[in-house]
């Protein structure tokens, strides 16, 4: 039987108020609702003390312009060069006034369009009205919390406006005390954000976990990402969403040498197909065979290559192969040509391959299919993983040797989207080894392009 959703009851809907009398507004909340209702018609509400998660979001009008396709740079709130460039293509395209600026009118196209993509009915989807009760909902569920959002805006600096408010999930069961939790929303320009950065720690619960989830593009020398990044204990990015995939990945890891406790949701999309792998090669001439790999083809949703790369990773870094040459060509299929050096010298090829397909699914960049082979015909290493028969048939048909091998099928992870895996994310913190690893592979791999 499918769980139904909570219900979420708000205990305060979202209220404007200065920024030193954030903290005075939430125990105001709780003393008021700390006590059951003469009628009993709701149970006491307390305060959640799990974690606080600090949420960055990308400034909608740079996030509908890159979903668009007209804007190419970080999500990161400032109205530069490039952004004015990116509203006045759209303007154009979409008959607008060219202004350059995000008008209301400009805004109100943006969205209908970006809707229209999502197969949606053209409502606002602005990130601002409704990032908070898609967090709420997953969240609060399963861990109630402290949330601190953050949402830079494009436009004239005109200070940092707060507003706090607490949601509560209603279970089906029966409950003495509703968990709740609590939201303090931060909105401003780029600037603006960062003046009030230093208070940002002050409002995180002390002698709890505390997670930043970074939604934008990530930046090694932002100053208000740094700032964030020194206090928390795990930094969560999703790098389905990157705009330049083989450079943020290269972020990454340079924020990773410099001590930054990094996790990846689009990481955790990938563990279906790491499990399947390493169970094809359980058995014992299996796992003798694994060393006569030596041509891997992954096949993945056109736009994204970051889940292909990130697998590619995990496989090298257990294998100890080491990256030697890397060549991308970009056409009706973006196809990457990874050469590495295996254990006694043993030549590794390994090609990703965008494929275009008519139906793209909510996840950028999505793994399709891969094959794993050898050229020595006596190697009993073959296998190919799918998620669906067209990525099955497709490997099979291109496959060469050992087209015979072991075939399996992956199910899809029963909730791919952000906040689900979020939910499972804060379960845990600190640093993720395998992850690590396998982003050391991808930095050399990139690195090594134009190397022969």
Same mark, same amino acid.
């Given at each position: 039987?499918? @769980?139904?959703?909570?219900?979420?009851?708000?205990?305060?809907?979202?209220?404007?108020?200065?920024?030193?009398?954030?903290?005075?507004?939430?125990?105001?909340?709780?003393?008021?609702?700390?006590?059951?209702?003469?009628?009993?018609?709701?149970?006491?509400?307390?305060?959640?003390?799990?974690?606080?998660?600090?949420?960055?979001?990308?400034?909608?009008?740079?996030?509908?312009?890159?979903?668009?396709?007209?804007?190419?740079?970080?999500?990161?709130?400032?109205?530069?060069?490039?952004?004015?460039?990116?509203?006045?293509?759209?303007?154009?395209?979409?008959?607008?006034?060219?202004?350059?600026?995000?008008?209301?009118?400009?805004?109100?196209?943006?969205?209908?369009?970006?809707?229209?993509?999502?197969?949606?009915?053209?409502?606002?989807?602005?990130?601002?009205?409704?990032?908070?009760?898609?967090?709420?909902?997953?969240?609060?569920?399963?861990?109630?919390?402290?949330?601190?959002?953050?949402? @830079?805006?494009?436009?004239?600096? &005109?200070?940092?406006?707060?507003?706090?408010?607490?949601?509560?999930?209603?279970?089906?069961? %029966?409950?003495?005390?509703?968990?709740?939790?609590?939201?303090?929303?931060?909105?401003?320009?780029?600037?603006?954000?960062?003046?009030?950065?230093?208070?940002?720690?002050?409002?995180?619960?002390?002698?709890?976990?505390?997670?930043?989830?970074?939604?934008?593009?990530?930046?090694?020398?932002?100053?208000?990402?740094?700032?964030?990044?020194?206090?928390?204990?795990?930094?969560?990015?999703?790098?389905?969403?990157?705009?330049?995939?083989? %450079?943020?990945?290269?972020?990454?890891?340079?924020?990773?040498?410099?001590?930054?406790?990094?996790?990846?949701?689009?990481?955790?999309?990938?563990?279906?197909?790491?499990?399947?792998?390493?169970?094809?090669?359980?058995?014992?001439?299996?796992?003798?065979?694994?060393?006569?790999?030596?041509?891997?083809?992954?096949?993945?949703?056109?736009?994204?290559?970051?889940?292909?790369?990130?697998?590619?990773?995990?496989?090298?870094?257990?294998?100890?192969?080491?990256?030697?040459?890397?060549?991308?060509?970009?056409?009706?299929?973006?196809?990457?040509?990874?050469?590495?050096?295996?254990?006694?010298?043993?030549? $590794?090829?390994?090609?990703?391959?965008?494929?275009?397909?008519?139906?793209?699914?909510?996840?950028?960049?999505? /793994?399709?299919?891969?094959?794993?082979?050898?050229?020595?015909?006596?190697?009993?290493?073959?296998?190919?993983?799918?998620?669906?028969?067209?990525?099955?048939?497709?490997?099979?048909?291109?496959?060469?040797?050992?087209?015979?091998?072991?075939?399996?099928?992956?199910?899809?992870?029963?909730?791919?989207?952000?906040?689900?895996?979020?939910?499972?994310?804060?379960?845990?913190?600190?640093?993720?080894?395998?992850?690590? &690893? %396998? /982003?050391?592979? $991808?930095?050399?791999?990139?690195?090594?392009?134009?190397?022969?």
């Amino acid at each position: 039987m499918t @769980p139904q959703a909570p219900t979420i009851f708000s205990l305060q809907a979202p209220k404007d108020i200065s920024l030193n009398e954030l903290e005075a507004e939430l125990n105001q909340i709780w003393q008021s609702y700390g006590i059951t209702g003469e009628d009993g018609g709701l149970p006491a509400a307390t305060r959640a003390t799990t974690f606080t998660l600090v949420v960055y979001e990308p400034e909608e009008t740079q996030y509908l312009l890159a979903a668009l396709g007209f804007y190419n740079g970080p999500i990161d709130g400032i109205l530069g060069p490039q952004m004015e460039v990116a509203l006045r293509q759209a303007q154009k395209q979409y008959k607008l006034p060219e202004t350059g600026t995000a008008t209301p009118e400009t805004l109100a196209v943006l969205r209908e369009e970006f809707s229209k993509r999502q197969g949606g009915t053209g409502d606002s989807v602005s990130t601002l009205s409704t990032a908070s009760p898609k967090i709420a909902d997953e969240i609060a569920l399963r861990n109630p919390c402290r949330i601190i959002a953050l949402f @830079p805006i494009a436009g004239e600096d &005109e200070g940092v406006k707060a507003q706090v408010s607490a949601y509560c999930p209603i279970q089906k069961q %029966s409950s003495s005390t509703l968990i709740c939790c609590e939201y303090i929303t931060l909105s401003g320009t780029a600037a603006a954000l960062e003046r009030v950065g230093g208070m940002i720690p002050a409002l995180l619960i002390g002698g709890l976990p505390k997670f930043l989830w970074w939604k934008a593009t990530p930046d090694p020398n932002n100053a208000l990402f740094k700032r964030l990044a020194a206090v928390c204990n795990n930094v969560i990015v999703d790098s389905c969403n990157f705009n330049e995939p083989e %450079s943020d990945l290269l972020s990454l890891q340079q924020l990773l040498e410099t001590g930054v406790p990094l996790a990846d949701l689009n990481w955790r999309r990938l563990s279906a197909w790491q499990e399947l792998t390493a169970e094809a090669y359980d058995s014992p001439h299996r796992r003798a065979a694994l060393k006569e790999v030596d041509r891997v083809t992954i096949d993945y949703e056109k736009g994204n290559p970051t889940q292909a790369l990130l697998f590619l990773g995990w496989l090298a870094s257990r294998l100890e192969w080491l990256p030697v040459s890397y060549q991308h060509e970009t056409g009706d299929y973006d196809i990457t040509r990874i050469h590495f050096l295996g254990q006694e010298q043993r030549q $590794i090829e390994a090609e990703l391959a965008g494929v275009p397909v008519a139906d793209v699914g909510n996840i950028a960049g999505d /793994l399709i299919a891969l094959r794993l082979s050898s050229t020595n015909p006596q190697a009993d290493c073959g296998t190919v993983i799918c998620s669906e028969t067209g990525g099955c048939m497709r490997m099979e048909t291109h496959g060469g040797a050992q087209s015979s091998g072991l075939f399996q099928q992956v199910s899809s992870l029963s909730e791919q989207k952000a906040e689900a895996l979020l939910s499972q994310q804060v379960q845990r913190w600190g640093r993720e080894s395998l992850f690590e &690893e %396998s /982003l050391g592979v $991808i930095a050399k791999i990139l690195k090594s392009g134009g190397e022969s």
